[in-house]
């Protein structure tokens, strides 16, 4: 499984992937550097072979998430049960210094 994240425009964290076959559901969650759940980005999702998806920094309560370290763990399983895998991807979040 290949996964790679990139920053693009300003304030968007765009994931990449490529899974080991078609047809994995996924479950993606970002936590803070203190292993709290910040946002659920997908949740028993159904996913082609390749794609991406992206995170605004917006946390769960709809409102942005605080500068800081954070963790994107994804979890997935073929449809067949026999193909499980999970991948973390560290990042920060960051912002303009005045």
């Given at each position: 499984v290949q996964t790679c994240a990139l920053p693009i425009l300003e304030d968007v964290?765009?994931?990449f992937y490529t899974m080991?076959?078609?047809e994995?559901?996924?479950t993606v969650t970002i936590y803070d550097d203190q292993g709290r759940i910040v946002r659920k980005l997908l949740q028993s999702?159904?996913?082609g072979v390749q794609g991406n998806?992206?995170?605004d920094g917006i946390n769960d309560a709809e409102t942005k998430a605080g500068l800081g370290?954070?963790?994107a763990v994804a979890e997935a399983f073929s449809v067949d049960g026999e193909t499980n895998f999970a991948k973390r991807v560290a990042?920060?979040?960051a912002g303009k210094l005045d």
């Open positions: 964290l765009q994931f080991p076959q078609g994995m559901i996924a999702e159904l996913l998806f992206t995170w370290i954070y963790i990042f920060t979040l």
